[in-house]
């Protein structure tokens, strides 16, 4: 059985990019769940839960169990980190977002990723540790040497061959929450049986790193489908600030779930 997910964070209202992304999930397994992404707790809000699954029932996806939220499985994530340390693919990073802006402002060149300049390393090689709550980050060269040549298939952009320093040294458990996106989507795809992983292309990046995570924890390889974005009129992807392109404010205006697709 093919099984897919849509996993929104419940940090504001769907819009016309969600509506799109949940459903090429439905339609692309033949089991859809749905899974909150609330690790960001200082952003989410309660009635934003509800008004995900109202939107997504009244615009007839629904989906099959109940929602999974990351915030209830913090102690599942740890077991992995756990494992990735015993595997000493990961090391802790004491530096703070200001520290680290300093240190690429010195280097003038720092190497950049896709998503911008990559962490320089600064405490990839620190011998004690500092008398604060320490990040952890994934060594990607050493990981890199422990898996060895992987790729994975995206069924618009083929078959892809894994870069794992494309993003660099990733967070995979940041300082005040214990867990990341990358770590915790990589555990809990697993845990669901996520047969086809969709979400935006501009993710696509950062499936280099959950390959190399799915080698190291020994999870089974998805299929993956990168879609297209959905953007606004002056070609910028749509955010949770266009309000006037929430699925709620569209079904105040009186639009029906078909005129709202045809949108799309």
Not at 6 to 23: C, E, I, N
Not at 130 to 149: F, I, M, T, Y
Not at 177 to 202: C, F, K, M, P
Request: net charge negative.
């Amino acid at each position: 059985m093919s099984i897919t997910r849509f996993a929104p964070s419940p940090t504001g209202y769907l819009h016309l990019g969600h509506a799109f992304a949940a459903k090429v999930a439905r339609e692309s397994g033949e089991q859809f769940l749905l899974r909150f992404e609330d690790i960001d707790h200082t952003r989410v809000r309660s009635e934003y839960y509800t008004a995900i699954e109202e939107d997504l029932r009244w615009l007839g996806l629904t989906w099959q169990g109940t929602p999974w939220r990351q915030l209830d499985r913090l102690p599942i994530y740890n077991d992995a980190l756990q494992k990735l340390k015993a595997l000493g693919v990961v090391y802790p990073c004491y530096c703070t977002r200001s520290e680290i802006e300093a240190e690429l402002a010195e280097l003038g060149n720092a190497p950049q990723g896709p998503e911008g300049p990559l962490y320089p390393g600064t405490c990839r090689d620190l011998l004690k540790k500092l008398d604060r709550e320490p990040a952890w980050r994934l060594h990607w060269q050493k990981a890199s040497e422990r898996v060895g040549d992987l790729t994975f298939n995206d069924s618009r952009h083929g078959l892809q061959q894994v870069n794992p320093g494309l993003l660099g040294d990733v967070i995979l458990a940041r300082k005040d929450i214990g867990t990341s996106y990358h770590l915790a989507v990589v555990v809990d795809d697993a845990a669901q049986q996520i047969t086809t992983v969709t979400r935006g292309e501009d993710l696509l990046p950062s499936t280099h790193i959950h390959r190399v995570l799915q080698a190291l924890l020994d999870f089974p390889e998805p299929q993956y489908l990168h879609h297209r974005l959905i953007l606004d009129d002056q070609g910028n992807r749509l955010a949770k600030r266009h309000d006037a392109l929430a699925i709620r404010q569209l079904r105040e205006l009186g639009l029906t779930p078909e005129q709202v697709f045809q949108r799309l």
